[in-house]
């Protein structure tokens, strides 16, 4: 007979007096969890107390197994002493439960999962994609047979879209300003008023890419080929640079930061068309434009827009003023380029320009361009 704790009484079917029916039934029902919860406990904590002992110091490890053995000593565990009881609180068994069911989840997650894992898959994929154009443009330069480029083609281009398969969504699910708010109006943006223009989104951007590719490869010209293409300000010097570290980012700076007092006009490198026109995040006002060689240049921090989502812009022409908006210490333009519109794939941005054939001063000296 099962005795009644006066502090917390049994219910009427839980008593042992009561009749046959109902004691068979809470035996089974209570055999059954006891079995469970305490087998439950006795391994976790087992197995708890072992992990810690084998990376305790030598007494302290005696007595952590000497706690464990005590602990296998649990009424319903088969091989447990009888009479057993359990070696330590209630409320340390639930916790050990939890700790040792924390430690399962944890094994079993991916390497990659998470965010930094997005970040790292995304970085290898940047630099599979760079290899690739590389040798596109070595090919080219070497005349080589059309199936050759054409192969080498192929690589970068589905390296591409594997890139914006990755990072389109880990930027939706992040909020990200650039992939849930192009236009910029659920943010209210500063940005000029919309005029009806084509409905433009970063998926449709990809499409065209593979449209104008095979266009390109019929032997058109891609727009911008012979364009002008120039430094995105003027009067600055170059402060962060890319993959710079510092404590003002959490990893490491994705673009190259041309420091000028505020209001400084800021200029679209090259012809293209304005994809995002933003703000509410940690590059305050922000401006993207899609080149026709596929690759994309952000301007940031920017105190003020001048275009608009969907503008077709040329070479030299004004995209806003240089600000301070955002997460910065002093009002610069953070220039970027990218092989999509999402953070997570970005290119050096200086390399980038002086295949276009700009020249940008050195760190050191006050820009003339």
Known sequence: MRREDPAHPLPPCLDDTTDSGCAATTDAVTGATTDAVTGATADAVAEVTTVSADRAPADTAARLRADADTTAGVPGVPGSPAGTTVGVPAGAAVLAVLLAAALVALAAMPADAGSDGVRERAARVVHDHEQARERVDRLRRTDAGTTKVKAAESRRKTLRDDLWDLLG?????????????????????AVPDPAPAPDRTPERDRDRDRDRDREKEKGGKEEGDRAEWTAPTRGYWLSAGYADKGSRWA??????????????????????????????????????????????????????????????????????????????????????VRITPYMGSAVPPLPWLRRKAVRVTPPEQPGTD
């Open 169 to 189: 969504p880990a930027a939706h699910d992040n909020g990200d300003p650039v992939a849930v708010d192009p236009a910029g109006r659920a943010g209210h943006c």
């Open 251 to 336: 990893h490491r700076h994705t673009g190259q930061d041309f420091a000028v007092p505020a209001g400084t006009p800021v200029y679209a490198v090259g012809p293209g068309v304005v994809r995002v026109t933003t703000c509410g995040d940690g590059f305050g006002n922000q401006v993207v434009v899609r080149h026709a060689d596929g690759y994309f240049t952000q301007y940031a921090h920017l105190s003020r827009t001048d275009v608009r989502k969907g503008e077709r812009v040329g070479a030299g022409q004004r995209l806003g003023l240089a600000g301070a908006t955002g997460n910065v210490t002093g009002p610069h333009l953070h220039f970027e």
